[in-house]
């Protein structure tokens, strides 16, 4: 067993246990020089032709760290008229800014038209509905590129068992009804899913999707998703996206695509969980220790609300027991479930695990927290949405943003 909050001094020039008092509990914690160091390895993915890593905002969409994620040259992913307004607010450029929704109204269509922002189009079905409202207009299209891969079936995004994406089978449709609307499609993008660990599907996917690209002829850009994987087992030493053997293969196929051409499109990508899962852990207090038919629980304010990960997609998040500011590692271990406050029988951020003992008044950290943590949170159980604070790279921390409170909650009502 390791400290991986410790090995990073991940909480700078505070503990967990002062970061909670000072700011509650549940918590989640970022650290800005981890989500730089991610952020600087997207941005550097393709270095011999123009390129763009965008930032998938949908992992996590905190205002400070789309501030950081400007900062540091990216540009962005909105899934949602929200997304776009929060990228806004951030300060992104409408050209920054893509935008990828999938099976929307005409007006969500126009609320990023209106913006200058280039959509991308999901079926044929929208492209029909996009020619009919914004005749002569811009778009890209989404494909499906036949490959699909990622930790479970639910965030496979590609392939055969997907609503996503256009089929190549129906490429000659996309051409006659852009033709029919005077379309000029000038993207396309792709998603083969998340969490991918091994080059082998995504490199695949990359090469399946120049090829179908060679049918465009107005291309200004071509996107080949997100999906990157980070080592949620970090402290039983699992290996990282083999980062460094990708970009070189990935120099190699495109330099074969661009050999002969006189222009090359703008590549992208739209990583997500990569630049932000590991920058971020959830902190929560132990209340309960107790034992069910031979069972031990660990009972803390970690609810399936803040996390809803383990639940969602069975996932794994490795846990740090730390009492007093410490980490407590290298002791005997024993099993046990470390379990939330919401009234659900799979309320269970991490089960049956080989933890050191946990005592009351500990706080249990939940790594690698920072995509599609806060970000599929809610208020299930009317519960409070946990605070958002930054350990900053000179060590100081602030609150980035603020825990929920009980009006919230209530004034939606209005009677
Ligand atoms: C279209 C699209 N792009 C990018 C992403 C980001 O994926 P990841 O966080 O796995 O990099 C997703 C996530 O599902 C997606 O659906």
Redesign the pocket.
């Known amino acids: 067993m390791r400290s991986f909050t410790e090995e990073t001094g991940f909480f700078g020039n505070s503990d967990a246990e002062q970061l909670v008092r000072e700011y509650g509990s549940p918590l989640y914690v970022y650290n800005e020089n981890i989500l730089r160091e991610r952020m600087r390895e997207m941005e550097g993915l393709i270095e011999n032709f123009p390129f763009t890593a965008n930032y998938?905002i949908?992992?996590n969409s905190n205002l400070e760290i789309l501030k950081i994620a400007l900062e540091m040259g990216l540009n962005a992913?909105a899934?949602s008229p929200g997304e776009i307004l929060l990228l806004q607010k951030a300060g992104y450029p409408a050209e920054k800014i893509f935008f990828?929704p999938n099976n929307v109204s005409p007006d969500e269509m126009r609320f990023a038209v209106e913006r200058g922002i280039i959509l991308s189009i999901d079926s044929l079905s929208q492209l029909e509905t996009f020619g009919k409202h914004f005749p002569g207009g811009k778009c890209a299209v989404r494909l499906n590129p036949g490959v699909g891969a990622g930790h479970n079936e639910k965030?496979v995004?590609a392939g055969k068992k997907t609503k996503f994406g256009i089929a190549e089978a129906d490429l000659p449709q996309i051409f006659e009804i852009a033709k029919r609307y005077g379309l000029h499609i000038v993207g396309i993008n792709q998603?083969v899913g998340?969490?991918i660990l091994d080059t082998t599907p995504i490199l695949e996917a990359v090469k399946n999707f120049l090829r179908l690209s060679e049918s465009f002829d107005e291309l200004e850009f071509i996107d080949f998703?997100?999906?990157?994987g980070i080592p949620y087992h970090k402290l039983n030493d699992e290996a990282r996206f083999p980062l460094e053997e990708y970009k070189k293969e990935l120099a190699k196929v495109l330099s074969d695509y661009a050999a002969g051409k006189k222009n090359v499109p703008l590549f992208k990508t739209?990583?997500?969980?990569?630049i932000c899962a590991e920058g971020g852990v959830l902190l929560g207090r132990v209340h309960a220790v107790k034992t069910n038919s031979g069972k031990k629980y660990a009972g803390t304010d970690i609810g399936m609300n803040d996390l809803i990960r383990p639940e969602l997609y069975d996932s794994w998040h490795d846990i740090e027991v730390i009492r007093n500011g410490k980490a407590v590692y290298g002791t005997e271990t024993e099993e046990i479930s470390v379990v939330g406050n919401i009234c659900e029988s799979g309320d269970i951020v991490a089960k049956e695990r080989n933890l050191p003992k946990v005592e009351e008044g500990d706080i249990v950290c939940v790594l690698d927290a920072g995509?599609y943590g806060y970000s599929m949170s809610s208020n299930y159980n009317m519960r409070l949405r946990p605070a958002e604070v930054l350990v900053r790279a000179d060590g100081s921390h602030c609150l980035i943003r603020r825990r929920d409170t009980y009006e919230d909650l209530l004034d939606r009502f209005w009677a």
């Open positions: 998938s949908k992992a992913d899934m990828i965030v995004t998603h998340s969490q998703g997100g999906g990157f739209e990583p997500g969980r990569y995509a």
